[in-house]
């Protein structure tokens, strides 16, 4: 593993020079303005070209393409995020939520079907949550029946995000109706051409429709794209859920300090209303520092957490330290520009599609951050998990699973 | 100004008798007015933007009116009945014209002498008749952003006698819909003055600047040499620079009172759908985590509501430490809203976060609400100017 300080430093000068040849010189201006089509094809475009310079799925194992030892992708982040590059916005899911379910649990079959095709732009969508099952994911009630060598799917789901340009589902149905509620969810692959399957956008909060309802009405699912021994879904899903919890705040911990941080910076290097600059107010410096102080406790807890990973030591908890610390210092970082950024900030009506959670359209950037502090587990479910699975504390009382 | 007979200004309230009276009277007005916004607010065009409150309900309503003098057609009342409207307004984050019309322009109307011209106006807002934007600085650069002269043959061919304005201000509330402008301006001494101008005199520019909160307008007004006659440029009544200060307080508040509103609403929604939406076999409101952050957003707006009825008492009865008990309000009621709403998002999951589910309309209005007429920093600042030194304005009152 080339970890030293040298090779580091030499690492580090190839991502710089890669991406000044690379990153769209002016995309966020197209994407600020982009349609739907223009969104997914540069995305993919963009894709392919981080694939073709390795940068990619550096998380994946070696053999898959990736192998990059976490040290080398910290790095990797970094210059990413200070040359401003696109963020895999589409294929978020695909790299980290469908990758690591099919290596923890898939087939051989499964990874070789998926995991190249995945490199080639296959995109996927997570279908767990449903109307009645949020915060209690085990209280889905969609069901997936044993018809032949297939299984059939009737139910729906709920704030799916990027359902609308998936190819793939990671899907979570009932499978034993009869049996405690964790103990009778399988965990599916599901093709979204499929017959019987209707997807249909929901506005969010931000006046755009990225998460979708599913409609699913006699879906059939062929065994083959069972993941994991049926009835065992739950177990499987918890490898899912541990991605989008953990690992996947390695690359936005390193967005927030070197291009939101950066940014609400220089933004407070600008000129405050009545004189001066916004920087030379003491209230806003200590603001400033401590913000900063804590992104960099995030960028270690985030390292720390993908050392402890890969040695197979992190604690049943610590993803949801990350995920929670995250989320919630995201939206303390949002609120600050929010506020500092003054009335100006408020005329920014479109953030550009493909950028980071913090765009410097600061006023929807803030209201976005609430897609980090809901979705994956709340924040009150984080805490929750910390206090009962990571400090021992007796359990809450609720329904037995 | 006098209230007149029969009906209770704050100001005048003084025997426990009046108290009740007024409370009643407020009371009263709070239920009309919830009752009409309920029917026509947030209602939504074609274009999912949301549809401003009719004016003639407005006009109708007698609010336009409220603290015109009743020999003008007004109700004859204060900034306290003022301070109920705008709650209402906030509660239902109704989109309307009432900021910059009934509080903002009657505000700075009342402060300047009187004159059939400005008598004249304000009983033509009172009537919905005039609709009224202020231009004055919104933010926390407090800087008066016009400035007038006395017009030259040069600006204007037979411009003798009148006046020439320049200038530019920014996130006028209410601006685009107005019928005419009243500019806060400097006059060639520096002493504040108001000059009254209609959108389309020539030089005078109004553009819309859209925000992300879709329920309030706001607009730039840009004066590149209009020439007005010297009627149109109006003195204040006393202190121009006090009266510059109190306009910006009244604005500040109405904003405070608007912040107050909305946060209940949300609380409301929030303890609503605790109580209904069921996970775990339970109503969410059952867990300690929903159940300890609604009681925390209730202490909030609890303080939050007895700061601004200083602020409102202070405004409404022209006291002139007004200033301390607004900065007060403003700072405190308008981060409590921005939390209040983004833990009612918070609180309603994947719901809260939808265009549909509507808690983004208030988030939205409430972090605008935040940088309108002094962020929160800049009101503590002029808060903490005080504690320097020694001074007449006692710390603890
Ligand atoms: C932007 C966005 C994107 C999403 N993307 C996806 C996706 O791609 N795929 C997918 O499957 N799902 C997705 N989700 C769904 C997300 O995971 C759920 O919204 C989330 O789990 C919360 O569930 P809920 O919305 O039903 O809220 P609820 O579970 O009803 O929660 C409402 C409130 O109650 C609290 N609460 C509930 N139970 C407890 C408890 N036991 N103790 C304390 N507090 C509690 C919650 O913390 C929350 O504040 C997305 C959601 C959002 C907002």
């Known amino acids: ?401 | 100004m006098s209230a007149g007979p029969g009906t209770a200004g704050a100001a005048g309230a003084s025997t426990p008798q009046d108290v009740d009276d007024l409370r009643e009277l407020h009371r009263e007005l709070r239920d009309v007015a919830r009752d009409m916004l309920r029917k026509t607010a947030g209602r939504t065009g074609d274009d999912e933007a949301p549809v401003p409150v009719d004016w003639s309900l407005l006009a109708g309503s007698g609010w336009l009116g409220l603290e015109v003098p009743e020999e003008l057609d007004g109700a004859g009342a204060t900034f306290a009945e003022v301070a109920v409207v705008l709650h209402e307004i906030g509660r239902a984050a109704a989109s309307s014209g009432y900021l910059g019309s009934a509080v903002l322009g009657v505000g700075a109307l009342r402060l300047l002498e009187p004159g059939a011209g400005r008598d004249e106006l304000l009983a033509a807002v009172a009537a919905g008749e005039q609709r009224l934007a202020v231009a004055l600085p919104a933010g926390d650069d407090v800087t008066i952003p016009f400035h007038v002269r006395p017009a030259t043959p040069g600006d204007a061919p037979g411009a003798g006698g009148g006046a020439r304005v320049d200038g530019t201000a920014g996130f006028v509330l209410d601006a685009a819909e107005a019928d005419q402008l009243l500019l806060v301006a400097l006059d060639p001494t520096g002493v504040p003055v108001v000059v009254r101008v209609r959108p389309d005199d020539p030089g005078v520019t109004v553009t819309g600047q859209p925000v992300v909160d879709e329920t309030r307008s706001l607009g730039a007004v840009t004066v590149d040499g209009a020439v007005v006659d010297a009627g149109s440029v109006w003195q204040f009544g006393t202190d121009p620079q006090e009266s510059v200060r109190r306009l910006l307080d009244r604005a500040a508040l109405a904003v405070a009172c608007d912040c107050l509103g909305l946060a209940e609403a949300m609380l409301e929604a929030t303890v609503d759908y605790a109580g209904t939406r069921r996970q775990f076999g339970r109503p969410i409101g059952s867990f300690q985590a929903v159940k300890h952050a609604c009681a925390d957003m209730f202490v909030r707006i609890s303080v939050g509501r007895e700061l601004l009825a200083a602020g409102v008492a202070a405004v409404a009865s022209d006291d002139p430490q007004a200033g301390v008990a607004v900065s007060r309000a403003k700072s405190y009621v308008c981060v409590a809203a921005v939390d209040v709403a983004g833990r009612a998002m918070q609180l309603h999951g994947g719901i809260g976060y939808t265009w549909e589910g509507g808690v983004h309309v208030y988030l939205k209005r409430a972090l605008l609400g935040r940088a309108l007429f002094g962020a929160p920093a800049a009101h503590r600042a002029r808060l903490a100017a005080r504690f320097a030194e020694p001074a007449d304005d006692p710390l603890t009152e």
């Not at chain 1, 589409?90 to 095709?117: C, N, Y």
């Not at chain 1, 109307?131 to 139910?155: C, I, K, N, Q, Y």
């Not at chain 1, 300090?257 to 940014?263: D, E, L, T, Y």
């Not at chain 1, 933004?267 to 209303?273: E, F, S, V």
């Open chain 1, 1 to 401: 593993m080339n970890t030293s300080t040298e090779d580091l430093a030499e690492f580090r000068a190839e991502v710089r020079r890669w991406c000044r040849e690379h990153v769209p010189a002016d995309w966020r201006r197209a994407q600020t303005v982009a349609g739907d089509a223009e969104f997914v094809a540069f995305q993919q475009a963009w894709f392919q070209e981080l694939r073709t310079g390795g940068y990619a799925v550096p998380h994946w194992p070696a053999e898959w393409g990736g192998g990059m030892p976490a040290a080398q992708q910290v790095v990797l982040y970094q210059e990413l995020a200070a040359h401003d590059a696109p963020r895999l916005v589409l294929g978020f899911v695909s790299i980290h939520h469908a990758a690591s379910t099919l290596l923890a649990a898939g087939t051989d079959e499964q990874r070789a079907r998926h995991l190249p095709a995945i490199l080639d732009g296959e995109i996927w969508v997570q279908g767990f949550s449903e109307p009645e099952a949020g915060s209690d994911l085990a209280g889905l009630r969609t069901t997936a029946r044993r018809e032949g060598d297939g299984f059939v799917v009737d139910g729906q789901k709920l704030w799916a995000s990027g359902a609308a340009h998936a190819d793939w589902c990671l899907l979570l149905a009932r499978t034993d109706p009869a049996a405690p509620k964790r103990r009778g969810i399988s965990y599916f692959l599901m093709d979204m051409r499929s017959p019987g399957l209707d997807v249909r956008p929901v506005r969010n909060a931000a006046g755009e429709s990225h998460f979708c309802e599913i409609f699913l009405n006699g879906v059939v699912i062929p065994a083959e794209n069972l993941v994991g021994p049926v009835n065992q879904g739950w177990q499987v899903a918890q490898a899912t859920l541990s991605a989008e919890r953990g690992m996947t705040m390695l690359e936005l911990a390193e967005r927030l300090g070197n291009a939101g941080f950066r940014w609400l910076v220089e933004a407070c290097r600008g000129p405050a209303p009545g004189g001066g600059r916004l920087v030379d107010d003491p209230r806003v410096q200590d603001r400033l520092a401590e913000l900063e102080t804590e992104i960099a406790g995030l960028r270690a807890l985030c390292l720390g957490l993908v050392e402890r990973h890969e040695a197979g030591t992190a604690g049943p908890a610590d993803a949801s330290v990350v995920k929670l610390y995250y989320s919630e210092l995201l939206q303390r970082t949002m609120d600050f520009a929010v506020e500092v950024a003054g009335l100006p900030a408020h005329t920014e009506l479109r953030k550009p599609a493909s950028s980071g959670w913090e765009s410097g359209a600061w006023v929807l950037d803030f209201i976005g951050s609430w897609e980090w502090t809901i979705p994956g587990g709340t924040s009150e479910i984080q805490r929750t998990i910390i206090g009962e699975r990571g400090l021992g504390l007796p359990r809450e009382p609720v329904v037995p699973a």
